[in-house]
């Protein structure tokens, strides 16, 4: 461990650097302008976030002092600081993952309108044993902004869980379910264990590793905590760097992840089934299109379903889906059907 500077930690380590600081003025300082491929982070609440064991029913005995919020009446102004940080670091392209309570989820979205980011996806994580409340209903979802920077080309690894032809016993596609905007994540129960106020599950982190990014891509937290992104990404081959105020979660975390195996998860992931198509992403020629509105006016003739026919006619003609349905509708929109 060194310092680099008057106030500031720096940890070196093979799967990337921790900073001890600030992570507004840490990134001014040492992270270059579009370096990084994701960020994935939960700042701050502005709730008081200090005090949040008031509203939980758990021992507290085993939560690492030194949680460091922000003052509501801070809270705009500091959103849009470290939202410009995030900004400036990411490589075009790159995806940024912000994860929100409702409270001052508005700070967070005006700061990022202020911004190039574009938004792609809104997403509602919804957890179990929500804060238990007598006059109103129980919160039990956060939000996760997810937003990319543009002039790049983003990473979406489609089939990194599940491949595009796996379904389940109702013949639902699985691949379709698991990337719908509503997910339904439990939080980590850790009795006994040493933990961050406010943890974000592995299984939610390792989510969003897997589809937005690629071994050796270099992944940020601008906010720490408990270390879980970094911890997930590392135990999926990524690098890791990040930023963590407080010298107490700090310590007691960085040791773990001094200890950790790069690429640990791996074996613990599921395998998606995939099935390549032999045409798959390749331009329909005329013939092709002749050939698959033919037969499929043939087919409904004889009362086969509609489902059944593109199944069939994907299989033969090495298409996938998508680009069957596709295809049919722009024959239809040139009035070929």
Not at 74 to 85: A, D, H, Q, T, V
Not at 177 to 188: M, P
Not at 319 to 334: P, V
Request: net charge positive; with cysteine.
């Amino acid at each position: 461990m060194k310092k680099s500077g008057s106030d500031v930690r720096c940890v070196t380590l093979p799967a990337g650097m921790f900073y001890n600081c600030d992570c507004i003025c840490g990134a001014a300082r040492y992270i270059p302008d579009s370096s990084v491929d994701l960020i994935i982070t939960d700042p701050p609440y502005g709730i008081n976030g200090d005090t949040l064991h008031k509203h939980y029913n758990r021992n507290e005995d085993f939560v690492v002092d030194g949680y460091v919020d922000v003052p509501e009446k801070e809270y705009g102004n500091f959103s849009l600081l470290w939202i410009r940080e995030a900004e400036r670091i990411l490589k075009p392209g790159g995806s940024i993952y912000i994860v929100s309570g409702y409270t001052n989820l508005y700070h967070i979205l005006a700061a990022l309108r202020m911004t190039n980011l574009t938004e792609v996806n809104h997403i509602v994580w919804k957890y179990s044993f929500g804060v238990f409340t007598r006059r109103k209903f129980v919160s039990s979802h956060y939000h996760i902004l997810f937003y990319e920077k543009p002039s790049g080309t983003r990473t979406f690894n489609l089939e990194s869980r599940f491949g595009l032809d796996e379904k389940n016993g109702d013949g639902c596609s699985l691949n379709n379910i698991d990337r719908e905007d509503v997910w339904l994540i439990n939080r980590e129960y850790k009795p006994g264990v040493v933990k961050n106020k406010n943890e974000l599950p592995l299984e939610l982190l390792i989510k969003l590793i897997q589809y937005s990014s690629n071994k050796g891509d270099l992944i940020c937290d601008l906010f720490l905590g408990g270390f879980s992104t970094a911890i997930a990404a590392i135990g999926l081959n990524r690098r890791a760097t990040g930023f963590e105020i407080s010298p107490a979660i700090f310590d007691t975390r960085i040791r773990e992840i001094e200890a950790m195996e790069p690429g640990f998860l791996i074996p613990l992931l599921r395998k998606p089934s995939l099935q390549p198509r032999k045409n798959q992403r390749k331009a329909w020629t005329a013939e092709d299109i002749r050939y698959l509105v033919r037969e499929f006016k043939k087919r409904r003739a004889r009362g086969k379903t509609k489902k059944d026919i593109i199944a069939a006619l994907g299989d033969e003609l090495g298409r996938g889906r998508w680009s069957i349905i596709k295809a049919l509708k722009k024959s239809a929109n040139n009035g070929e059907q």
